[in-house]
């Protein structure tokens, strides 16, 4: 496909299939937004991590756990970031007929919003069992990759079929 085909597709067409990748991008977006500012604060550029006044939240002692620290002896708020950005770009990637034409993209992106979701469950647990409180702006991007679920079904299963040898 043409550059100029696929921009006005990604950015016109209004088909169910691209409906729902827009809407992966947008519930990206929202974890990006919440992995950067606690990237911020991870890093020492902000003090504090506001948020609701509510029983049980405290960004702060979540985000400054050993935890947040344990992988690639790196902020995990930052891992979030790049992991959201492929979610974000493999929902972006190929134009309106990716079932079809291309089934592994689809493929890649129901696996990877399933590892998405593995992970957004288990960072939950572990604030409710290891530090018994929760980080408000961690349960937003959890909701948001929960929320991207039901999206990627009805492209998965085209691509299956398209796979198996049915039609898209």
């Known amino acids: 496909m043409k550059p100029e085909e696929l921009s006005e597709q990604l950015r016109h067409d209004d088909g169910d299939d691209l409906r729902r990748r827009r809407g992966i991008v947008g519930l990206s977006l929202v974890a990006i937004g919440s992995m950067g500012l606690i ?20 960004a702060d002692m979540v985000d400054a756990s050993p935890e947040a620290y344990s992988r690639f002896a790196t902020p995990d708020g930052i891992l979030g970031i790049g992991s959201y950005a492929l979610t974000m770009g493999l ?3 190929a134009g309106k007929d990716r079932a079809r034409t291309q089934p592994w993209i689809p493929l ?8 998405d979701t593995s992970q957004g469950i288990r960072l939950t647990v572990d604030q409710a069992t290891k530090q018994r409180a929760f980080c408000f702006w961690c349960l937003l991007s959890a909701a948001s990759t929960f929320a991207t679920v039901p999206l990627v079904i009805p492209e998965t299963r085209a691509a299956l079929r398209q796979l198996m040898g049915g039609t898209a």
């Open 39 to 58: 990237s911020l604060y991870q890093m020492g550029i902000i003090k504090h991590l506001p948020e609701p006044p509510l029983p049980r939240l405290d």
């Open 91 to 93: 929902a972006a990637m």
């Open 108 to 115: 890649a992106l129901a696996a990877k919003v399933a590892f």
